[in-house]
């Protein structure tokens, strides 16, 4: 291109609106000058190169010409590379030692097992603190397949009602293949587990435990996916081929209630049928002091014990002030985000899912706040990066892969992570304590974390988060609005920015 061309800038708008409208995402083509445009034709327009025996034969020679390869040889392909490389020096840095900790942890620790329910373990073992203290419990859960089953069964509905409103697009669209690919998860989000507590409360767990299904929950989702997805084609047609608009209302309502009609009846006979939320339970128990107690309750009015504060416990706050604080790089801070299509309960008191963008420094000093004034913190986080297992440890030394490989692997910054797929929340847990440095108070060095994988991880069930992990892999935490400031607050009353279903922060916990 002559000098004597103008620069067509580049651009990229992307309009993001209402459930009834596209996404669109143009960008204009670098045909101008300039040195990005040239830059993006040299790199269309080459050749593409193959891989050369020769080359490949000579980078094997080099690399095992190394007694440091050739040993690294030996331990890597023998064993699980993780387990070789893992950093001793990282697993004694990380102590259990905190000197800012919630009174009351709660107990016992809780098992998932083979099931995507993270969020909702998380959340009942917040929830739990209060009712704990309340009726002096030593060991106490909550029944997290209660949430559970009602979760399956109204994201059931809300994927139905996804699918009659996008019914105008292909169905090879990507919203709509991104809708089929999984028409409902195990996982979820705070803004969920608010909307059903606020539907149909909660039960003790001695009311309603775990099924098999509930704790490996595969087979239940495939034959709930199979069902959905013949039922989205179902509805397509109807709508596709109606000859009548005026009758259409009524046939799709009159369709969609035998599809989850159906859809009940699996769940209720794979999980057990669940307590009514307005029906009186009967829940009886021994206290720490070893007293046979009885309550009479419903789901709903149990739930409202985790509001109160007229009764000595450590968790004042309540669900409804509860701010889901997130740290997304790729946005300015104090922007309000909610992810379009994104949540389970449709219609009623329903929230969105809704997050508050803010610096990581204010996430974490939200955070401890909430520890100082004795209240657990649920959280979301990438847990299986640069983390052990067995150990309860998750810092970015705990595996060595430049010793290694002579690679890192923290090349990416976290925006880069997250606009590549690299990285995106997918585990919720529960912090309860921070150890903050001794000569410099707003300095946070390590964080005790209740996890929900069993007793048999970590030290006996919990972890211990690296100050410098959470910088790098925790993307939200759940605080009282309370201990917020007021421009944090303020983001609250915001026009949100609307991401696409895909996005990373639509990931839900699993």
Request: net charge negative; with cysteine.
């Amino acid at each position: 291109m002559g000098a004597s061309q103008s620069k067509i800038p580049f651009e990229e708008k992307v309009v993001i609106g209402t459930d009834d409208e596209e996404y669109v995402h143009v960008e204009n083509e670098l045909t101008g000058s300039g040195e990005k445009g040239t830059a993006i034709n040299i790199a269309k327009s080459r050749k593409p190169e193959g891989l050369s025996s020769s080359t490949v034969s000579k980078w094997e020679s080099t690399l095992l010409e190394d007694p440091k390869n050739r040993l690294a040889l030996s331990a890597l392909s023998a064993a699980n590379p993780r387990g070789v490389l893992l950093s001793r020096a990282a697993k004694i840095a990380d102590q259990q030692v905190f000197n800012i900790k919630i009174p009351f942890e709660g107990g016992p620790i809780t098992n998932q097992r083979q099931s995507g329910r993270c969020w909702l373990f998380a959340s009942t073992n917040v929830f739990r603190v209060a009712l704990m203290q309340k009726y002096n419990l030593d060991q106490f859960e909550l029944s997290q397949a209660y949430l559970f089953f009602w979760d399956k069964l109204e994201k059931s509905n809300w994927f139905l009602e996804q699918i009659i409103s996008t019914a105008d697009q292909d169905l090879d669209s990507r919203l709509v293949q991104r809708l089929l690919h999984e028409p409902l998860s195990d996982g979820g989000q705070w803004d969920m587990v608010y909307n059903l507590v606020d539907k149909y409360g909660l039960v003790p767990q001695s009311l309603y435990p775990d099924s098999f299904n509930a704790s490996s929950s595969s087979i239940l989702n495939s034959i709930i996916f199979t069902k959905l997805r013949e039922y989205a084609l179902v509805l397509r047609d109807l709508i596709s081929s109606s000859n009548s608009p005026p009758a259409l209302e009524q046939t799709l309502r009159d369709t969609k209630s035998k599809m989850m009609k159906e859809i009940h009846a699996i769940l209720t006979l794979t999980l057990g049928p669940p307590p009514s939320a307005t029906e009186e339970f009967t829940w009886s128990f021994v206290d720490r002091t070893n007293k046979a107690r009885t309550v009479r309750s419903t789901p709903l009015d149990l739930a409202k014990d985790i509001y109160s504060s007229q009764f000595r416990i450590t968790y004042t706050g309540t669900i409804s002030r509860m701010v889901s604080l997130v740290h997304d790089p790729r946005h300015p801070p104090l922007t309000l985000l909610t992810v379009d299509r994104l949540g389970n309960v449709v219609g009623g008191a329903s929230r969105n899912v809704t997050y508050v963008n803010v610096s990581m420094s204010t996430l974490k000093q939200a955070c401890v706040n909430m520890l100082k004034a004795g209240q657990p913190i649920f959280f979301g986080s990438d847990v299986g990066k640069f983390s052990d297992r067995a150990a309860g440890v998750m810092d970015l030394d705990i595996i060595d892969y430049e010793l290694g490989f002579n690679v890192s692997l923290l090349g990416a910054d976290k925006a880069s992570r997250l606009r590549t797929g690299e990285s995106l929340m997918t585990h919720a847990m529960v912090l309860t304590a921070v150890h903050v440095d001794e000569n410099d108070g707003n300095k946070t060095v390590r964080w005790r974390v209740q996890n929900s994988w069993g007793a048999d991880v970590g030290e006996k069930g919990w972890f211990v988060m690296s100050d410098t992990w959470m910088d790098e892999f925790v993307y939200q935490a759940v605080v009282d609005e309370k201990f917020l400031g007021k421009e944090v607050k303020e983001v609250l009353e915001k026009e949100p920015v609307v991401l696409p279903l895909w996005d990373p922060m639509g990931s839900l916990a699993a």
